[in-house]
């Protein structure tokens, strides 16, 4: 249901009367790029073993939040989660740009009346999201969820089973982003989403992550501060993107307790000396430090990436 709009011009759909199949049982949804202002009749009621919903451009209207939260609550299947405000996905942040952001229109109200029991008092919002059981995979692109300055962490309930999340080009908290709840993510994208400082327990919350993407976040400062524990809390980590990041200064153990590291992008930042242990990372097979200032590499780093191959030939990866 891709930029389908009405000759007439019509804003409010009704859902009932557009999907009036009988013996079908429908699994994937795309709802993208229509402008609508009203919606009536439910999709739960009409679609109750969906899996996968896309909604994109008008998801940035309250209608369109609204049975959003309809899916959320009501649909057991639902797997795969996509959202966002523009009619391309990876559209840059407005922020950088200039332009409004538009904002996802949810009432948190009704989920505070629904689910009183995840009510927390040290949680935004004063409550922990509830996830559909199902669901594996979110992402929500180019929408503004949460203030600009928050002093509690976004909880997620502690039940859920997320495992991929995609937050890329929406603006969260500069200063003041912590996440809570997450215990089976293994995917984390927050790149250009405009955080300029990350605590430094932000890692410890994501047991299992596989892959984290920062990429275009001013985090060159929040940088120096780290320890072997930052990355290190997620001894799982594959995969680490931290380009155009405004790094100037890398500490030596950043990554030594990462030994199932195979990718770590460091492209587009300022550095001019890169004296890394990578001495534990024997499945690194991808290091990028294009778009830097270095040179040389020190004959400390040359030994141990040498090293880091010598094992791979070794074990015939």
């Known amino acids: 249901m891709h930029e389908i709009h009405s000759i007439h011009n019509e804003k409010v759909l009704d859902v009932t009367s ?3 199949m009988q013996n079908v049982s429908m699994r994937e949804l795309t709802f993208s790029n229509n402008v609508i202002t009203g919606i009536t009749g439910r999709l739960s009621l009409i679609f109750p073993d969906l899996r996968y919903i896309c909604v994109g451009a008008n998801a940035r209207y309250f209608a369109a939040g609204n049975a959003l939260l309809d899916v959320w609550l009501k649909i057991r299947s639902i797997d795969e989660m996509i959202l966002y405000a523009y009619p391309v996905p990876d559209t840059p942040n407005p922020r950088l740009t200039g332009s409004a952001i538009n904002v996802l229109d949810l009432d948190l109200d009704i989920l505070r009346d629904l689910f009183p029991y995840l009510q927390l008092r040290n949680c935004y919002s004063l409550l922990k999201l509830p996830l559909p059981p199902s669901l594996r995979r979110l992402t929500v692109r180019n929408l503004q969820m949460l203030d600009a300055f928050i002093d ?7 039940s859920n089973r997320l495992e991929y999340l995609d937050f890329a080009g929406s603006p969260l908290p500069r200063n003041s982003t912590r996440i809570r709840g997450l215990d089976q993510l293994k995917y984390l994208d927050i790149q250009n989403t405009g955080i300029a400082e990350l605590p430094v327990d932000f890692m410890h919350h994501f047991p299992k992550l596989e892959a984290i ?3 275009r976040l001013s985090i060159g400062e929040s940088m120096k501060q ?3 524990s930052f990355f290190g809390n997620c001894l799982a980590l594959r995969e680490i993107h931290l380009g155009e990041c405004q790094l100037t200064t890398i500490p030596s153990d950043a990554f030594v307790l990462l030994p199932a590291l195979e990718t770590l992008n ?5 550095l001019q000396t890169f004296d890394v242990t990578l001495s534990n990372s024997s499945h690194l097979s991808h290091l990028n430090l294009s778009g830097n200032a270095i040179s040389p590499l020190s004959e400390y780093v040359l030994v141990e990436l040498n090293g880091v191959a010598q094992r791979r030939l070794e074990v015939g990866v």
């Open 18 to 20: 557009l999907f009036r």
């Open 152 to 158: 509690k962490p976004f909880c997620f309930d502690d």
């Open 213 to 215: 993407n920062l990429v």
């Open 226 to 228: 780290i320890n072997s």
């Open 266 to 270: 460091l492209s587009s930042n300022l």
